[in-house]
């Protein structure tokens, strides 16, 4: 039924952003964990203002998942996380490029891909459970943390007035496809 296509927004802020699973023959769920297996998109049902309107507010962001990637050659970057439309336009993108964690996030001194980015050292992804932790302040301050270590620092200029209120949020997958990513959150 439905039940399997839905992954519910549990953070309890109106107004909530459920999320729908394209194809389910393509994940698993296990008690807590949701396993993409094969090419999916799971995105937010609606376009995701309350972030938009967040980070626009705010000019921060904190981005987190607790993630198993399936392989450490995955790349495109694949999509663990990402608030954007597709293959070259994003608001953010967390993702895999092999054995990196890569993170894209736009600014007015970034391209519509988010680029320059940010990335993890060489090596640091594992097929294992690990904490993803990436942060932003407003004036440019991008960190990623993995298991609570921080791993990378670069400032990554600009505002986020040129952030697009119209994006959807995706897990697995670019909003149009394309750049799957395979694992466990």
């Known amino acids: 039924?439905?039940?399997?296509?839905?992954?519910?927004?549990?953070?309890?802020?109106?107004?909530?952003?459920?999320?729908?699973?394209?194809?389910?023959k393509s994940t698993r769920r296990?008690?807590?964990?949701?396993?993409?297996?094969?090419?999916t998109g799971i995105q937010s049902e609606q376009t995701a203002g309350k972030l938009h309107n967040a980070v626009q507010k705010t000019g921060a962001i904190t981005i987190e998942a607790w993630v198993k990637p399936a392989n450490t050659i995955q790349d495109g970057p694949a999509r663990?996380?990402?608030l954007s439309r597709n293959a070259s336009l994003r608001n953010f993108t967390m993702g895999q490029e092999k054995n990196q964690f890569v993170v894209r996030f736009r600014t007015?001194?970034?391209?519509?891909?988010?680029?320059?980015?940010?990335?993890?050292?060489?090596?640091?992804?594992?097929?294992?459970?690990?904490?993803?932790?990436?942060t932003r302040t407003r004036g440019g301050r991008a960190q990623i943390y993995l298991n609570g270590k921080q791993v990378v620092e670069k400032t990554i200029a600009?505002?986020?007035?040129n952030w697009v209120s119209n994006y959807r949020l995706g897990l697995g997958n670019e909003l149009d496809g394309n750049r799957k990513w395979e694992g466990t959150y």
Do not use: C, F
């Open 158 to 161: 600009g505002s986020v007035s």
């Open 108 to 134: 007015t001194k970034t391209s519509e891909n988010g680029i320059p980015a940010i990335s993890t050292p060489a090596g640091s992804v594992k097929a294992a459970i690990t904490h993803v932790l990436y």
């Open 30 to 39: 296990v008690k807590g964990s949701l396993d993409v297996i094969g090419e």
């Open 80 to 82: 663990m996380v990402t």
């Open 1 to 24: 039924g439905d039940q399997g296509r839905s992954v519910k927004d549990r953070s309890g802020v109106e107004p909530l952003m459920n999320l729908r699973i394209k194809d389910t």
